[in-house]
């Protein structure tokens, strides 16, 4: 599970910078390997839900073996399916793929009653929210970009004045993101005011002096788009690891509920989660980001769009203010979701020809599948382990 998470997921981080050709394959695999497992081992939850996101009733749960069974069904089940994907190139949502898989044998056990159908409209809803706030969020920002920058009377002024605060406000929002997404910290307050905010003005301090010693003014577009390109693999690095931390929880949630149940006889729906776990499904994720990620970072790099830095910073940039607001608000979002919408709106913003409409249908197609065949997969998997 953990390798597949790696290998379909790696895009969220990489794609926009391979894309722009910020770095290359090879040097994205290397980069979001390393911080995966640093997030993953280091950063993850010690203390995990034994059932993703509440989306089955755990008090119709009576067996402790059916928790062992289901588990391993729902595991193996989204791994089947986020396998499937990632060979044809499509960015899924894992989260959505093991809720699918644990929807599955629930329903299988207990019948659809066991279903928290609440739960369950949130995740449909983040379908559809998540791509639409991240394509119209990408859209103003590169809009914006353009207008005060590229498409401005003097474009190397203009960078020099303005590239600085865009950094900043990126920093702002990576710094705040890292206290709530990397620390698990909850007060949006405290994470803007003692993360976001310093992290901004730092970042907005060192790239104003560096702009006025090294900015290429013989082209001044390329000139822009070279500032944005470092600042892309900061961004990058920083999904990665944020990652790394947060859907490790994905493989090894399963994984802490048959070892608690095994050993200690614990069935509730949060278990602690060994240090051993934490650093097997690290390093899965990051065989899988090695191995098998070009797939995925393909297709959400090059093939919906045509990717600069300064589109790949304007995704980044946006995907990460989404997440950030969605989490705030506790609104249901898919950062794949998100990250895919906006490359789809910086693509937009060059007009509707500009977006491969085909990889967008298998894309969307994809997505509304994952739930009803991951769950299918499960249901299957589950009667046979119950029957043996």
Known sequence: MAWTIGANDAANSMSTAVGAGAITPKQAV?????????????????????????????????????????????????????????????????????IGGIVGYGIVYAGIGIVNWGKMAQVIASWILSPIFGAIMAFMVFKAISKTILQSENPVKSAK???????????????SMFYIKVLHGKSLLIAVIKFGIPA????????????RRNFKTADPYLGAESIFKKV????????????????????????????????????????PVPRWILAMGGLGIAVGVATYGYKVMETVG???????????????????????????????????????????????????????????????????????????????????????
Request: no cysteine.
């Open 30 to 98: 290397i980069i979001a390997g390393v911080l995966e497992f640093t997030g993953a081992y280091f950063f993850g939850k010690s203390v995990t839900e034994t059932i993703r996101k509440g989306i089955i009733d755990p008090s119709k749960i009576t067996e402790p073996s059916v928790l062992i069974y289901g588990s391993i069904a729902a595991l193996l089940a989204a791994a089947l399916w986020l396998l499937m994907a990632t060979k044809f190139g499509l960015p899924v949502s894992t989260t959505h793929s093991i």
């Open 302 to 388: 090059k093939k919906i769009t045509e990717l600069t830095n300064t589109r790949g910073f304007s995704i980044d940039f946006s995907a990460a203010t989404v997440v950030l607001i969605a989490s705030w608000l506790g609104l249901p979002i898919s950062t794949t979701h998100t990250v895919v919408g906006a490359v789809i709106g910086v693509g937009l913003a060059r007009g509707v020809k500009a977006i491969n409409k085909d990889i967008v249908k298998n894309i969307i197609i994809s997505w509304f599948v994952t739930v009803p065949i991951a769950a299918i997969i499960s249901g299957i998997i589950f009667k046979i382990l119950m029957v043996v």
């Open 232 to 271: 892309q693999v900061l961004t990058s690095a920083y999904v990665a690891l944020s990652h790394g931390a947060n859907d490790v929880a994905n493989a090894i949630g399963p994984v802490a509920a048959v070892y608690a149940v095994a050993t200690m006889g614990l069935a509730g729906m949060r278990v």
């Open 161 to 175: 004045n303005y590239s600085p605060v865009w950094i900043g406000l990126a920093f702002v929002v990576i710094g």
């Open 200 to 211: 901004g003005f730092a970042a907005f301090l060192v790239s104003f002096m560096l702009l």
